[in-house]
């Protein structure tokens, strides 16, 4: 007689041929289910305490990937191997801005891979590159490229200095020079650099010329 295993036993459907025996008893017939083999999906973790069909698995993938740690069943399929899961990387995406700086992406935006803020000279660092990674929760981590302060701290040989309202990058002050020196009191107007530092001011005494 033959014996046809239903689907997911023993090589999906092979057939198998018993004979009746002279102790009117027929051979022995096996259909053991098919096995899987060990659950194992990359970036997650998974766990299946029985690999035969039609077991089910649990596949939790790893922070930063699909769903950030949320668990799925997967079975194990007539054709012997386990249902498709995969695990992706998060994507941060291209839309990271920072105010006054340039954004240079490195080979791809998803987990674990990284960007460089470049500020602008007058912003901290002036110029200077800060690297910020894609982090497990999709959203790139939030910087800032602050001006530069020059500060209160200018003083004037022979003037008076006024500050405006902020001392930050390209922000102006008015050196008001004393009287004797250059022009009798006129005012300069002095810049914020990119350097932090501010443009340079003088208050020379006035010149009579020559005594004639």
């Not at 069909?53 to 054709?79: D, E, I, K, M, Q």
Request: proline share 4%; aromatic share 6%.
């Amino acid at each position: 007689a033959t014996i046809t295993c239903s689907s997911g036993y023993t090589a999906n459907g092979a057939t198998q041929i018993i004979t009746c025996q002279a102790t009117a008893t027929w051979s022995s017939v096996s259909c053991p289910a098919v096995d899987c083999m060990a659950l194992v999906v990359a970036n997650a973790v998974s766990a299946a305490p029985n690999t035969r069909y039609p077991s089910v698995g649990t596949v939790t993938c790893n922070p930063g990937y699909t769903a950030n740690g949320a668990s799925r069943n997967v079975s194990c399929l007539p054709s012997g191997k386990w249902e498709t899961y995969t695990c992706s990387p998060v994507d941060c995406g291209n839309s990271l801005t920072v105010s006054n700086s340039s954004v240079v992406y490195g080979s791809a935006t998803t987990f674990g891979n990284t960007a460089a803020i470049n500020c602008h000279q007058g912003y901290t660092g002036s110029g200077a590159s800060v690297t910020v990674t894609c982090p497990s929760t999709g959203v790139w981590p939030v910087r800032t490229c602050a001006s530069v302060d020059c500060g209160h701290s200018l003083t004037a040989a022979k003037g008076n200095v006024t500050f405006g309202s902020s001392t930050t990058f390209q922000q102006t002050a008015t050196v008001t020079c004393s009287t004797g020196y250059t022009a009798n009191g006129a005012t300069q107007i002095i810049t914020c650099q990119a350097t932090a530092t501010w443009s340079s001011v003088s208050c020379p005494a006035v010149d009579c010329m020559a005594l004639v």
